[in-house]
């Protein structure tokens, strides 16, 4: 199972960038994918996950109506669309497997329900 997170980069305040995770080895139809980052002193935080099948989608509050999760099948790529970007949002973001293929409320953002986890992209977000 590998899984490749890319497209970080430096952004001014209210830029965007998109980061992609191509996986392999596994059958990307099957599962969910979620991104997570983390901060420097801070612990991994949930962003989104996007179910297998049906297209499923969460995110976390501070995300929401800025970032768009979406996947592409054929490519087994999953994206995480970044827009109206914050300081605050400057990370290491990484992709992961979900341990399944349809994530519940309450349980996407858990890191455990994760079993394999890509290397990570930087995301920083400065004038």
Known sequence: VQLQASGGGLVQPGGSLR????????NFD????GWFRQAPGKGREGVSSISSSFGRKFYAVSVKGRFTVSRDNAKDTVYLQMNSLKPEDTAVYYCARFSGSNPIAGMWAVPSQYDSWGQGTQVTVSS
């Open 19 to 26: 980061l992609s995770c191509a996986a392999s080895g596994f």
């Open 30 to 33: 099957n599962y969910a994918i």
